[in-house]
């Protein structure tokens, strides 16, 4: 019995890190939908799409199956808009840029053209983004447009659990 419970106990962690990053379904809301032949699926005017606790806000977004449980998606807006709740170990994510490309195979999303993304207190903006959604870890490259701009609050340097 006490072999049972210390095995349950050391794999519910595994299991919890499991699900977070097992592929989350898709609910798409837009006010125009169109399935073309090939599989490729577009949205247009007032696009929101979800998947788990991460959401793609546009004016037109493409979806298109790139294997089994696996998309890529392209996101265009003035701007278009992204956002990642909160966990208990990390800050809420919001990001936008004039395109967006996701990759669920890669658990990425590209910003590009004036992108700016907000992580708890830090404001980051360059040419180019990739927000590496699983692990929640960014790179950027600041392009033909100049370097790259971030600006850190005191507080974010603190871990999050000593800002609660």
């Known amino acids: 019995m006490r072999t049972r419970l210390s095995l349950l106990l050391v794999l519910l962690p595994a299991l919890a890190l499991a699900q977070t990053n097992a592929p989350q379904p898709i609910t798409v809301r837009a006010n125009s939908a169109e399935w073309q032949a090939g599989g490729a699926m577009i949205y247009s005017g007032n696009v929101v799409m979800k998947s788990g606790t991460l959401e793609l806000q546009g004016r037109r977004v493409e979806i298109r199956r790139s294997g089994p ?80 701009r971030i600006d850190i609050q005191t507080d974010s340097l603190r871990p999050l659990q000593e800002r609660r």
């Open 69 to 148: 449980e696996q998309y890529m998606a392209w996101v265009q807006g003035e701007p278009a808009q992204l956002s990642q709740a909160a966990t208990e170990e990390t800050a809420a994510v919001s990001a936008s840029a004039h395109r967006m490309f996701m990759d669920s195979s890669a658990g990425m999303v590209e910003l590009e053209s004036r992108a700016q993304l907000l992580r708890g207190g830090e404001t980051l903006s360059g040419e180019t983004i990739r927000y590496y959604f699983l692990g929640r870890r960014i790179r950027a490259d600041g392009g033909s447009q100049g370097p790259v």
